[in-house]
């Protein structure tokens, strides 16, 4: 008995005496796809990661298992973004009953907020792919709601924002861009530390000259988490990309006064022959400087450290231009100088 290409053996010929008789419902033509989704189930039905810090890499392991009565091959997995990465699992044939499991890892965005990404699994014989769900929350241990404020034309120039530990652990807000808090419902004169805070935030109050930063700093007492950013989505903050930078969230986080701190710089598909030159800051607060660069792919990772001045304390926000062969881009690093053997808040 002949086999055919799915490995079934083939019906006997009919002899010459009998004619064969067509059965539509007894023959099943395996040359042309279904059309329709393959008999696979997916376990978790969505890859969650929960929260995550910023630019943390997680792993998880999603099932396939076929609930079909015929062994099913994968042909290719595809992820949707950059930010995953997965075992290479194609060509793989799940048995009847069987699984296989599919090892993937989500690198989170910079910025606080929600992130979603699918892998896409396509199987041979089935027209249909099957997606797969991941996704994750970026947040620091002091997570903040609305992590945008949306102050462009038209929206509310004020309102309120939630502080809230992640963690549920009890602590203080000692500033808001170095200035007092403005606490709703809660006196921290008289009151204990909580682990939620309403807060309320103005432009007109909180940025009368009209000259606001991209990244709004909220000051905690928490050794983990110092700053907190709040994005300001204005006319004036919004990214005004020259190069194709990954994100425009970048900080070198709380250092003392007389040291300095490294920060990295993603842009992807730089032209062939272009070159990432130098950088340097516009600030007379800090100097930013390019101390190194790799590539890993078609992404160039960038290494820059900001040295702040020796009398430079306090919440800063340090504009600064990287310069290639052939452009510039303009950026900012935001951040926190204390004096050495500071701890807790500084509110200023």
């Known amino acids: 008995t002949a086999a055919t290409e799915s490995g079934e053996a083939e019906s006997p010929a009919p002899s010459p005496q009998q004619p064969a008789v067509a059965d539509p419902s007894a023959v099943v033509d395996d040359s042309e796809p279904v059309d329709g989704p393959p008999p696979i189930r997916i376990e978790p039905e969505v890859l969650d990661f929960g929260i995550v810090g910023p630019s943390e890499t997680r792993e998880g392991v999603v099932k396939l298992l076929n609930t079909g009565d015929r062994p099913i091959e994968i042909l290719t997995v595809q992820p949707s973004c950059k930010c995953t990465t997965i ?7 799940i048995p009847p009953g069987g699984s296989v499991d599919l090892r993937a890892a989500m690198k989170a965005q910079s910025a606080p907020g929600l992130k979603k990404a699918e892998m896409k699994v396509l199987f041979d014989g089935y027209t249909q792919v099957v997606n797969i769900q991941l996704r994750n929350e970026v947040s620091l241990p002091v997570r903040v709601s609305p992590a945008i404020l949306n102050c462009v034309k038209g929206q509310p120039q004020s309102g309120r924002i939630v502080l809230e530990s992640t963690d549920g652990k009890p602590f203080g807000v000692c500033a808001i861009g170095g200035k007092p808090v403005r606490f709703i419902g809660f006196d921290p004169s008289k009151d204990e530390p909580r682990a939620m805070y309403a807060i309320e935030w103005d432009l007109a109050k909180d940025f009368p000259d009209g000259n606001m930063p991209r990244h709004w700093m909220v000051e905690t007492d928490r050794a983990d988490c110092p700053l907190v950013d709040v994005y300001i989505r204005h006319e004036s903050t919004l990214p ?14 709380r250092i003392e006064q007389g040291t300095s701190a490294d920060f990295v710089v993603d842009v992807t598909d730089l032209p062939e022959g272009e070159r990432i030159a130098t950088a340097a800051s516009s600030s007379s607060a800090a100097k930013v400087e390019l101390v190194g660069t790799s590539v890993e792919g078609n992404t ?49």
């Open 87 to 93: 075992d290479d699992i194609s060509g793989e044939v």
């Open 240 to 253: 005004r990309p020259v190069l194709r930078l990954t994100d425009y969230r970048h900080s070198f986080g």
């Open 300 to 348: 160039t990772h960038m290494t820059f450290r900001v040295t702040p001045a020796p009398d430079t304390v306090g919440v800063q926000y340090i504009p600064f231009t990287i310069y290639t062969t052939s452009r510039q881009q303009q950026l900012a690093v935001w951040g926190q100088v204390v004096p050495p053997g500071h701890v807790g808040c500084l509110g200023k």
